[in-house]
T-cell receptor
Framework: KNEVEQSPQNLTAQEGEFITINCSYS?????LHWLQQHPGGGIVSLFM???GKKKHGRLIATINIQEKHSSLHITASHPRDSAVYIC???????????FGQGTRLTINP | EAQVTQNPRYLITVTGKKLTVTCSQN?????MSWYRQDPGLGLRQIYY???????DKGDVPEGYKVSRKEKRNFPLILESPSPNQTSLYFC??????????????FGEGSRLTVL
């Protein structure tokens, strides 16, 4: 079993829908990152969380440390949101990241 | 502009021919790291560096070397590349990987093919 599990693996939705991507992890962590990778490969950091909730524009990320779970929400989704979204955790005491397998999101016009 | 620069972006080489992928950041970050990304396996850490002259193995270090002689540069060296090192490689940096850490900045990726 992977230390970091994302669901769903693939998600297709219509423009304007509310999107939720989930990330569950099995170890104690000091931080969790949400990353975005567009076709063509570049990776961009969206959020770094250690508790609570953060919001950037239409993106919202939440984390529940006790339940070892994080969610990434996209409101009013748009075709340009189509990308792979990757959850990564930094285990407590470790200087490394453990990555989920990613969620491929496709937003149709 | 804050950035992490990798070169080359694309490379086709042959088995056994030594190559170096360079990585440079202009943010005075302490932490730098190399990852490879393969279909079905996701991102995996190869090596990381907490600061100048401080490097350590990640999850898949076999066949790779790194050095950190200057804070801004963290080259990835493949002494004798093999076809199983065909992959998409990313360099990343962060201000810190301490308990709170910092935002990650990724290079654009280097697609390497070993024939």
């Amino acid at each position: 079993k992977n230390e970091v599990e994302q669901s769903p693996q693939n998600l297709t939705a219509q423009e304007g829908e509310f999107i939720t991507i989930n990330c569950s992890y099995s170890v104690g962590i000091s931080a969790l990152h949400w990353l975005q990778q567009h076709p063509g490969g570049g990776i961009v950091s969206l959020f770094m969380l250690s508790s609570g909730k953060k919001k950037h524009g239409r993106l919202i990320a939440t984390i529940n440390i006790q339940e070892k779970h994080s969610s990434l929400h996209i409101t009013a989704s748009h075709p340009r949101d189509s990308a792979v979204y990757i959850c990564a955790v930094r285990p407590q005491g470790a200087q490394k990241l453990v990555f989920g397998q990613g969620t491929r999101l496709t937003i149709n016009p | 502009e804050a950035q992490v620069t990798q070169n080359p972006r694309y490379l086709i080489t042959v088995t056994g021919k030594k190559l170096t992928v360079t990585c440079s950041q202009n943010m005075n970050h302490e932490y730098m790291s190399w990852y490879r990304q393969d279909p079905g396996l996701g991102l995996r850490q190869i090596y990381y560096s907490m600061n100048v002259e401080v490097t350590d193995k990640g999850d898949v270090p076999e066949g790779y070397k790194v050095s950190r002689k200057e804070k801004r540069n963290f080259p990835l060296i493949l002494e004798s590349p093999s076809p199983n090192q065909t992959s998409l490689y990313f360099c990343a940096s962060s201000s810190s990987m301490s308990s709170m850490g910092g935002e990650l900045f990724f290079g654009e990726g280097s697609r390497l093919t070993v024939l």
